[in-house]
């Protein structure tokens, strides 16, 4: 299950309470693909979480219009799965509990119960299902976060930094467990990332924002075969492109890209 | 249990378990401290020997003050005993004897329970000796200023010679805390979360509350008793504002806290405006209540007491009062030391509800 994404000239001002106003978005144009992996980089401030969620339906643009296979996206909903960067589960919610909300919510968790040991199994969290948030570590709660907002069988996931905080061991575990997952159900991914190598890693095609005003400066198709390796020719070829234009564009020397 | 095991097995493969080696490491050496069966034997009777020490006083220490020592008549399940106060207070410390060394017996399988034991022993001891140099001090020689300082035995005659009167004051005062800090809970709860939801409520009623909250219930009493139709209705109002206003106020605290990402994921997932409230809201507002709840109830506590002093027909601070007027001083610090065992016990079941409620939180779970 997937969905198509259209979002055309879209603007987001932000006031904050001074009176100062910071262009978040200026005139984004941008057509996502049913069943697409794409990656949203950029140095921080550069309007990803923005455009994240306005995709998702949490915020709203003063111009130009989003919409999620043809309708115009007006807020949340389930179609559209979100994962946050860190720390959205419900601390008083055990594994099981968390990953079932959303079937709780929508109720439909009578009929769908057999769901919730599936996706606690298919994120390798058998075993931890009475565990609670605090009790697990960081790469465990952001599986769970992923199964959390997959149980929905949501078109689209929008993943915003899902890995930022994390080792790079898991990190590189848990890039792999979302291939696996976008193959299987081939959800449209959405991946908001400070990481070059893992957006090559994992995305079809790559969208490059720059800041101030926040805005798409370039656009890469990734035609890399897959499984991709990470030290190949034409991997390292392509990151080190990337980087090229970065550093044209003077946004690079931010300490993020840690390669 | 089942949960808890799961739980456990848990967070056990997600540690290494070093402390299992460990332990084996020292069994195999000598067992020392209190994992020595010699030294927890010690400990055992160095527990009960405070108490057959004070048995032992109140046998065999003369009686030198002049107290009337009179014989009760305690009739049940069709028998008829004569008891004297000492005989009585006997009974009580023999009673002791065999808690404790129960408690000891059953502690000695398991490591921690026998740990804390044995740190209790000194304690326990220092206790029955307490018992003891009281008994000698008030009853025997009447060296304590009388009648305000009696021996236990006296306290423990209280029990025999009221025994009956004393229940109906307990069932009182427990019926005016039940009805009043119930309503109290349910109340401050509800209001809380109004005010905490809806940022009209939080404008109109918040401020009332402040201000209100700090002035101590009894205050409203002259107020209570005037306008209410009964003393013990005028009560259960008292009870029920000091439970209210504290419990409102943390509660909506809780409520305004609520991370705004909280929200944002369950209404993602699908959640309704309902959903966010009964689903979000109070679950993240929980430790908050119960923050409210327990120092609501310590002074409810204080405004239950103190309202049956001033103006009550019974409960335990009537009885107080009562036997003020008699001079029985024995009697008040009887009813004071029900007070205190009822209201730790009350405290004893709140915690035990808040451990269960709030099991998700860090540390709590852990020891
Ligand atoms: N709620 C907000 N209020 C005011 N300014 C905001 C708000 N959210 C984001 N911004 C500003 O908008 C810009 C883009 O932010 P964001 O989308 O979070 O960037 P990124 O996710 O790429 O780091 C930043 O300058 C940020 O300060
Ligand atoms: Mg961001």
Same mark, same amino acid.
Not at chain 1, 87 to 94: E, Q, T
Not at chain 2, 199 to 211: E, N, T
Not at chain 2, 265 to 283: E, F, N, T, Y
């Given at each position: 299950?997937?969905?198509?994404?259209?979002?055309?000239?879209?603007?987001?001002?932000?006031?904050?309470?001074?009176?100062?106003?910071?262009?978040?978005?200026?005139?984004?144009?941008?057509?996502?693909?049913?069943?697409?992996?794409?990656?949203?980089?950029?140095?921080?401030?550069?309007?990803?979480?923005?455009?994240?969620?306005?995709?998702?339906?949490?915020?709203?643009?003063?111009?130009?219009?989003?919409?999620?296979?043809?309708?115009?996206?007006?807020?949340?909903?389930?179609?559209?799965?979100?994962?946050?960067?860190?720390?959205?589960?419900?601390?008083?919610?055990?594994?099981?509990?968390?990953?079932?909300?959303?079937?709780?919510?929508?109720?439909? +968790?009578?009929?769908?119960?057999? #769901?919730? @040991?599936?996706?606690?199994?298919? =994120?390798?969290? !058998?075993?931890? *299902?009475?565990? $609670?948030?605090?009790?697990?570590?960081?790469?465990?709660?952001?599986?769970?976060?992923?199964?959390?907002?997959?149980?929905?069988?949501?078109?689209?996931?929008?993943?915003?930094?899902?890995?930022?905080?994390?080792?790079?061991?898991?990190?590189?575990?848990?890039?792999?467990? +979302?291939?696996?997952?976008?193959? #299987?159900? @081939?959800?449209?991914?959405?991946? =908001?990332?400070? !990481?070059?190598? *893992?957006?090559? $890693?994992?995305?079809?095609?790559?969208?490059?924002?720059?800041?101030?005003?926040?805005?798409?400066?370039?656009?890469?198709?990734?035609?890399?075969?897959?499984?991709?390796?990470?030290?190949?020719?034409?991997?390292?070829?392509?990151?080190?492109?990337?980087?090229?234009?970065?550093?044209?564009?003077?946004?690079?020397?931010?300490?993020?890209?840690?390669? | 249990?089942?949960?808890?095991?799961?739980?456990?097995?848990?967070?056990?493969?997600?540690?290494?378990?070093?402390?299992?080696?460990?332990?084996?490491?020292?069994?195999?050496?000598?067992?020392?401290?209190?994992?020595?069966?010699?030294?927890?034997?010690?400990?055992?009777?160095?527990?009960?020997?405070?108490?057959?020490?004070?048995?032992?006083?109140?046998?065999?220490?003369?009686?030198?003050?002049?107290?009337?020592?009179?014989?009760?008549?305690?009739?049940?399940?069709?028998?008829?005993?004569?008891?004297?106060?000492?005989?009585?207070?006997?009974?009580?410390?023999?009673?002791?004897?065999?808690?404790?060394?129960?408690?000891?017996?059953?502690?000695?399988?398991?490591?921690?329970?026998?740990?804390?034991?044995?740190?209790?022993?000194?304690?326990?001891?220092?206790?029955?000796?307490?018992?003891?140099?009281?008994?000698?001090?008030?009853?025997?020689?009447?060296?304590?200023?009388?009648?305000?300082?009696?021996?236990?035995?006296?306290?423990?005659?209280?029990?025999?010679?009221?025994?009956?009167?004393?229940?109906?004051?307990?069932?009182?005062?427990?019926?005016?805390?039940?009805?009043?800090?119930?309503?109290?809970?349910?109340?401050?709860?509800?209001?809380?979360?109004?005010?905490?939801?809806?940022?009209?409520?939080?404008?109109?009623?918040?401020?009332?509350?402040?201000?209100?909250?700090?002035?101590?219930?009894?205050?409203?009493?002259?107020?209570?008793?005037?306008?209410?139709?009964?003393?013990?209705?005028?009560?259960?109002?008292?009870?029920?504002?000091?439970?209210?206003?504290?419990?409102?106020?943390?509660?909506?605290?809780?409520?305004?806290?609520?991370?705004?990402?909280?929200?944002?994921?369950?209404?993602?997932?699908?959640?309704?405006?309902?959903?966010?409230?009964?689903?979000?809201?109070?679950?993240?507002?929980?430790?908050?209540?119960?923050?409210?709840?327990?120092?609501?109830?310590?002074?409810?506590?204080?405004?239950?007491?103190?309202?049956?002093?001033?103006?009550?027909?019974?409960?335990?601070?009537?009885?107080?009062?009562?036997?003020?007027?008699?001079?029985?001083?024995?009697?008040?610090?009887?009813?004071?030391?029900?007070?205190?065992?009822?209201?730790?016990?009350?405290?004893?079941?709140?915690?035990?509800?808040?451990?269960?409620?709030?099991?998700?939180?860090?540390?709590?779970?852990?020891?």
């Amino acid at each position: 299950m997937s969905s198509s994404i259209k979002i055309s000239g879209v603007d987001r001002v932000y006031t904050d309470t001074d009176g100062v106003s910071v262009e978040a978005l200026r005139g984004i144009d941008l057509d996502i693909r049913e069943g697409e992996f794409i990656s949203l980089i950029g140095p921080s401030g550069c309007g990803k979480t923005t455009l994240l969620r306005l995709i998702a339906g949490l915020d709203k643009p003063q111009a130009g219009e989003l919409t999620i296979d043809g309708s115009k996206i007006t807020g949340v909903g389930p179609e559209r799965g979100y994962v946050f960067q860190q720390g959205s589960l419900f601390p008083w919610l055990d594994i099981e509990k968390n990953i079932s909300y959303g079937l709780r919510a929508r109720g439909v +968790l009578k009929t769908k119960k057999e #769901k919730v @040991g599936e996706y606690i199994s298919m =994120v390798g969290l !058998d075993g931890f *299902e009475k565990s $609670y948030p605090h009790q697990i570590s960081g790469g465990m709660a952001q599986r769970v976060a992923i199964a959390r907002a997959l149980i929905n069988e949501p078109k689209a996931l929008l993943l915003d930094e899902p890995m930022g905080a994390l080792d790079s061991f898991t990190r590189s575990d848990l890039q792999d467990k +979302l291939l696996e997952l976008w193959k #299987k159900e @081939g959800t449209t991914m959405i991946l =908001v990332t400070h !990481d070059i190598d *893992e957006a090559i $890693y994992l995305s079809d095609r790559i969208v490059i924002m720059t800041p101030r005003p926040g805005k798409i400066s370039k656009i890469i198709d990734v035609d890399l075969p897959r499984p991709r390796h990470r030290g190949g020719v034409e991997f390292l070829e392509m990151r080190r492109q990337i980087l090229e234009f970065f550093r044209l564009a003077q946004a690079l020397p931010q300490p993020e890209y840690n390669i | 249990m089942d949960t808890q095991t799961v739980i456990n097995t848990a967070v056990l493969s997600a540690s290494p378990r070093t402390e299992n080696k460990g332990q084996k490491a020292e069994q195999t050496a000598v067992k020392k401290g209190y994992r020595s069966n010699t030294y927890f034997l010690l400990k055992l009777l160095l527990t009960v020997s405070g108490f057959i020490i004070a048995i032992g006083v109140s046998l065999f220490f003369p009686q030198k003050a002049e107290i009337v020592i009179k014989d009760y008549a305690l009739s049940a399940f069709g028998l008829t005993l004569n008891l004297t106060m000492n005989d009585a207070y006997i009974f009580v410390l023999v009673m002791l004897i065999v808690i404790y060394t129960v408690t000891g017996l059953v502690s000695a399988g398991n490591k921690e329970r026998r740990k804390k034991f044995c740190k209790n022993a000194a304690f326990r001891f220092a206790l029955g000796i307490g018992l003891a140099l009281w008994d000698i001090g008030g009853t025997k020689l009447a060296f304590f200023p009388q009648p305000f300082f009696p021996g236990p035995a006296q306290v423990i005659e209280a029990y025999l010679s009221d025994g009956e009167y004393i229940i109906q004051n307990i069932i009182y005062s427990l019926r005016l805390y039940a009805a009043g800090f119930s309503c109290g809970v349910v109340l401050g709860v509800g209001t809380g979360i109004l005010i905490g939801w809806f940022p009209k409520v939080y404008y109109w009623v918040f401020p009332v509350l402040k201000i209100t909250g700090v002035v101590p219930a009894v205050a409203w009493m002259p107020f209570a008793l005037t306008l209410l139709p009964d003393t013990f209705t005028a009560a259960v109002f008292l009870i029920v504002i000091c439970a209210w206003f504290q419990i409102a106020f943390l509660t909506a605290k809780g409520i305004q806290s609520t991370p705004k990402q909280s929200y944002e994921a369950a209404r993602i997932l699908g959640s309704s405006q309902k959903d966010l409230i009964l689903h979000v809201a109070i679950p993240h507002a929980m430790p908050d209540i119960f923050t409210g709840i327990g120092s609501a109830n310590a002074m409810a506590f204080t405004t239950l007491v103190m309202s049956e002093m001033l103006g009550q027909p019974g409960g335990l601070g009537y009885y107080i009062n009562q036997s003020k007027v008699w001079s029985a001083y024995y009697k008040v610090l009887a009813a004071i030391v029900i007070m205190a065992v009822l209201f730790s016990f009350i405290n004893y079941i709140i915690g035990r509800i808040q451990k269960h409620t709030l099991r998700w939180q860090e540390g709590v779970l852990k020891k």
